[in-house]
């Protein structure tokens, strides 16, 4: 016998490998549980990267979005300017007609009162 107690030599080496195949399992399920935690973390960073490029794709249209209501203001600035100026350009003319329209007035009238003051004799008329 080589030592054991209970008379059976393979006692030992089944204990052994009882527990060698209890670490083995242990550390079987420790690299499962690694490997599905990488695979967890794998999944996430893909969704972030997906979440990043949607938010990249929103930021880039509200920057176009931004840039074409920049445009559109700027657009309706000049355009205002433009018909203040027309608006200007016309109450000038408006404001010129008005004193032609007067002097004119103001001619006819003393040309009336000049002919009024004609005597006319009805016989130079026949």
């Not at 080589?2 to 670490?23: C, P, Q, V």
């Not at 997906?50 to 203001?73: I, Y």
Request: hydrophobic share 40%.
């Amino acid at each position: 016998m080589n030592g054991d107690t209970n008379g059976n030599g393979n006692g030992n080496n089944k204990l052994i490998w009882y527990i060698l195949g209890l670490f083995g399992s242990l550390i079987g399920i420790i690299i499962l549980v690694g490997i599905n935690k990488i695979g967890s973390i794998d999944d996430r960073l893909r969704e972030t990267e997906v979440k990043v490029a949607a938010l990249t794709e929103n930021m880039v249209q509200q920057k176009e979005g931004t840039s074409l209501a920049r445009t559109t203001q700027l657009d309706a600035v000049t355009k205002f300017a433009e018909l203040n100026a027309k608006i200007s350009s016309t109450e000038l003319s408006i404001k010129l007609l008005n004193d032609r329209y007067t002097t004119m007035s103001e001619r006819l009238l003393a040309i009336n009162q000049r002919l009024d003051k004609v005597p006319l004799n009805h016989s130079e008329l026949k």
